[in-house]
T-cell receptor, first 110, second 114 residues
Framework: TQLLEQSPQFLSIQEGENLTVYCNSSSVFSSLQWYRQEPGEGPVLLVTVVTGGEVKKLKRLTFQFGDARKDSSLHITAAQPGDTGLYLC??????????FGTGTRLTVIP | NAGVTQTPKFQVLKTGQSMTLQCAQDMNHEYMSWYRQDPGMGLRLIHYSVGAGITDQGEVPNGYNVSRSTTEDFPLRLLSAAPSQTSVYFC?????????????FGPGTRLTVT
């Protein structure tokens, strides 16, 4: 089993604050994906990072893949209530083989 | 284009009963997967398929069967339900995008086994 640990498990912040969540593993992944899941729905893919050290930006969200391709971070600038949800990272090791982290549950308070 | 659809949305079973969770996709994706999501454990892969007629086991396959007779459908069968199978089940379809696979998830089936 490829273990992916996410931290923090829970995060509650005020609107406008910045935050970073982390996804760490001892395993090397060929790529890493971030998903956001809202209550009662399935996860929705936000981004895929493939190259060690890669940084991708999606509006106020910045994703980084570690140089060794074992870890990743998600930084949100000026968080908004619409950012509330469960953020999941998932590491890919082979064809269609994804291992999910346990998630960070983010609440942004207006 | 409905994406990935799952039925039913909710289900309550008694221990020992069997049932089939339905999953369909209309995106012509080759790959389909079933996951279960439990509190504090993330999503775990049950079974997956790389194309019609081909299935394989994931991380937690015991107690579940799958078949893939068409590209569109990928049903998950619980043979004899147990309380440990109480969970939220997600079906996903995916396609290869360069070096990675982009997955699209259905809305889930919340199953309770009493």
């Amino acid at each position: 089993t490829q273990l992916l640990e996410q931290s923090p498990q829970f995060l509650s912040i005020q609107e406008g604050e910045n935050l970073t969540v982390y996804c760490n593993s001892s395993s090397v992944f060929s790529s890493l994906q971030w998903y956001r899941q809202e209550p009662g729905e399935g996860p929705v893919l936000l981004v895929t990072v493939v190259t060690g050290g890669e940084v991708k930006k999606l509006k106020r969200l910045t994703f980084q893949f570690g140089d060794a391709r074992k870890d990743s971070s998600l930084h949100i600038t000026a968080a908004q209530p619409g950012d509330t949800g469960l953020y999941l990272c998932a590491g890919q090791t082979g064809a269609n083989n994804l291992f999910f982290g346990t998630g960070t549950r983010l609440t942004v308070i207006p | 284009n409905a994406g990935v659809t799952q039925t039913p949305k909710f289900q309550v079973l008694k221990t020992g009963q069997s049932m089939t969770l339905q999953c369909a996709q209309d995106m012509n994706h080759e790959y389909m997967s079933w996951y279960r999501q439990d509190p504090g454990m993330g999503l775990r892969l049950i079974h997956y398929s790389v194309g019609a007629g081909i299935t394989d086991q994931g991380e937690v396959p015991n107690g579940y069967n799958v078949s893939r007779s068409t590209t569109e459908d990928f049903p998950l069968r619980l043979l004899s339900a147990a309380p440990s199978q109480t969970s939220v089940y997600f079906c996903a379809s995916s396609y290869q995008a360069g070096e990675t696979y982009e997955q699209y998830f259905g809305p889930g089936t919340r199953l309770t086994v009493t």
